[in-house]
């Protein structure tokens, strides 16, 4: 089935560790992007990319980084450098502008919760 | 800057009411809408995309209409059932390929 995969579902991290969530998509979709959600905060936009080896910060870039090797994923990480990184991390893909007609409807994967110790 | 708000935070009905979700928008000028059903602890699953020169869209017991000028868009549910219970968020593209703008959610319970 088509579909978005993030992994792991659930990750602790000790404090001043990195950790990189997964975010594999098989939807032939180009764009792609990461949102942090937190309870009562709605959805915050990471980082996003609209091609492969491109990518743009979002609203809250700062201690994330990502890559953009394949289209099919798009990997995150979660640097030291971030103050609070406990939060649901949820990744989301669309077909994108190099795609030709693009209705800009928006899938999700299951997400990611990362609790930090 | 677009700011996307949905009222109320939280909604309880009984079983086999009609109900009406709200999400008001700052800027009129939009690309798209679209709804969005959450469950806890889970991803989220599109309902609805309404485009710019759309009026509603329709699917299943599902409705949502758009009225740019007013900015606001309604979701509405016919004959609720307790599987609906969830919590509903709204989202609006202000241009092709650009980010979408979230509303907080309504959570929504049909009670038995």
């Known amino acids: 089935d088509g579909g978005i995969t993030q992994s792991p579902k659930y990750l602790f991290r000790k404090e001043g560790q990195n950790v990189t969530l997964s975010c594999e998509q098989n939807l032939n979709h180009d764009a792609m992007y990461w949102y942090r959600q937190d309870p009562g905060q709605g959805l915050r936009l990471i980082y996003y990319?609209?091609?492969?080896?491109?990518?743009q910060k979002g609203d809250i870039a700062e201690g994330y980084s990502v890559s953009r090797e394949k289209k099919e994923s798009f990997p995150l990480t979660v640097t030291s450098a971030q103050k609070n990184p406990t939060a649901f991390y949820l990744c989301?893909?669309?077909?994108?502008?190099?795609?030709?007609?693009?209705?800009?409807?928006?899938?999700f994967g299951e997400g990611s919760r990362l609790t930090v110790l | 800057k677009q700011e996307v708000t949905q009222i109320p935070a939280a909604l309880s009905v009984p079983e086999g009411e009609n109900l009406v979700l709200n999400c008001s928008f700052t800027d009129s000028a939009i690309y798209n809408l679209q709804w969005f059903r959450q469950d806890p602890g889970k991803g989220l699953t599109s309902l609805l995309l309404i485009q710019s020169s759309q009026r509603e869209q329709t699917s299943g017991r599902l409705n949502a209409s758009l009225d740019k000028s007013s900015g606001r868009s309604t979701l509405y549910i016919a004959a609720s059932q307790p599987g609906d219970s969830a919590t509903y968020l709204c989202a609006v593209r202000n241009n092709q390929g650009g980010k979408l703008i979230f509303g907080q959610g309504t959570e929504l319970s049909v009670k038995p």
């Open positions: 989301a893909s669309t077909p994108g502008l190099a795609g030709g007609q693009d209705t800009g409807e928006l899938f």
């Open positions: 990319s609209q091609i492969v080896n491109d990518f």
